[in-house]
């Protein structure tokens, strides 16, 4: 490829240049594929210990963090606020140990997960390990954020920096521990049980506008078991009891008007038959790989038909229930066929959407849902629509690495 060094996406058994998405470039095996997606998640999954003395920054293995400092306190912190801005709520706690989490009337989801980093760190002496879902916390310690800020008088591009005021005293903190305090990422949602406690400590308070606080686990979580209230990236609901536990890819893309149009046709068979390539290669790596899909016309739907012609499972996830009674008949045929195939379904919304701008909102929440639960994503996007390009940066966020683009053929 022209251009300067390509960043390099495996799926399955096809490679892509980031450059060219739609042009096979050559053939990796499955042995291939998982060492260099074991080391991609290994590479993410990393403890960032920021440097006072270098502008480098150190990066161990999160399994290693007990082993090269057994006396250090692992720490969980989550936050959550309704509306955003909205009341919000923080919290932290220690497996095994101590927890506490606190409210504010009016704030942001970032301002309380800033809060209970904070909070964290201003609690608990000592080597301090801070877990956290949110990239806008660890990123900063990992890139080193922080650096230019301050060169920059606390600005960018002429704003001041927003949430300085609790960036600062985080910074300070951190950099008065002399190394002790490290952070590490996790996945929200991904059945973390500690991840899933301080996610209910800050939704509860955040509902409640109370704080609470105490040496042992907390033995009561109820109010927060529904987060229904918190922001786009806390207002996805826990995993429904029975939901599917493996591997999960979600297939998100185009309508049938940008896939060759309604019905079989070439280009919607041969992106069928792309993706079902590229679960056969994600299933090597991962044999409990699971599909979820929303089974809407288009690519979800093709997303169904590629995962049975991989012999994978598929979960149909709808937002809201019978909402192909207003399809044509060939078209709800085919849904009720693939709906009865899967493996099991969830509704994330039970009541019907009065209008479409609501209809189209309630696909809005089911796909963030399907994005807080996904361990990776396959979107048919041709590079051009708006709306699908924001999917895609809305879900490298949350899943970075772990988003492919599967180009449609130019010639529909």
Request: glycine share 10%; with cysteine; net charge neutral.
């Amino acid at each position: 490829m022209d251009g300067g060094p390509q960043r390099v996406i495996v799926v399955g058994a096809w490679l892509w240049g980031q450059a060219s998405l739609d042009t096979l470039a050559g053939l990796r095996s499955p042995l291939s594929l998982h060492f260099e997606l074991a080391t991609r998640r290994a590479a993410r999954r990393s403890t960032f210990v920021p440097d006072e003395k270098s502008h480098c920054r150190r990066s161990l293995p999160a399994v290693d963090s007990a082993t090269a400092n057994p006396t250090a306190t692992t720490v969980y912190t989550d936050g959550a606020c309704l509306g955003n801005p909205g009341p919000g709520g923080w919290a932290w706690a220690v497996p095994g140990g101590a927890h506490a989490s606190g409210a504010e009337p009016a704030t942001t989801n970032n301002r309380m997960e800033l809060t209970a980093a904070l909070e964290a760190a201003r609690a608990l002496p000592g080597p301090l390990v801070v877990v956290s879902d949110s990239t806008y916390v660890v990123h900063c310690f990992r890139d080193r954020w922080y650096e230019a800020w301050e060169r920059k008088g606390w600005r960018r591009k002429g704003e001041p920096i927003v949430n300085a005021d609790l960036w600062k005293p985080l910074v300070d903190l951190v950099r008065s521990r002399h190394g002790e305090v490290s952070f590490e990422w996790v996945r929200g949602h991904s059945g973390d049980p500690m991840n899933d406690v301080v996610d209910r400590l800050a939704v509860e308070a955040a509902q409640t506008q109370a704080s609470r606080s105490g040496p042992l686990p907390p033995t009561e979580l109820g109010a927060a078991d529904q987060p229904s209230g918190r922001s786009a990236r806390a207002a996805v609901p826990s995993l429904p009891i029975g939901f599917p536990v493996g591997h999960r890819v979600v297939v998100l893309g185009h309508r049938p008007p940008e896939l060759g149009g309604y019905g079989e046709n070439p280009v919607a068979t041969q992106v069928r038959r792309r993706l079902a390539e590229a679960l056969s290669g994600l299933r090597a790596v991962h044999p409990d790989l699971e599909v979820l899909t929303g089974l809407g016309l288009g690519a979800e739907q093709l997303g169904a038909a590629a995962a049975v012609e991989a012999g994978v499972a598929y979960v149909a996830v709808l937002a809201f229930p019978n909402q192909d009674e207003v399809w044509p008949s060939a078209s709800r045929e085919v849904y009720r066929r693939l709906l009865a195939g899967a493996a099991t379904t969830t509704t994330i919304s039970e009541a019907k959407p009065a209008t479409k701008q609501a209809a189209g909102m309630a696909i809005g929440n089911r796909n963030d849902w399907l994005a807080s639960v996904a361990d990776a994503a396959l979107i048919v996007w041709d590079g051009k629509d708006r709306h699908l390009g924001e999917t895609v940066t809305s879900l490298e966020r949350r899943i970075p690495d772990d988003v492919w683009v599967i180009t449609p053929p130019a010639d529909r």
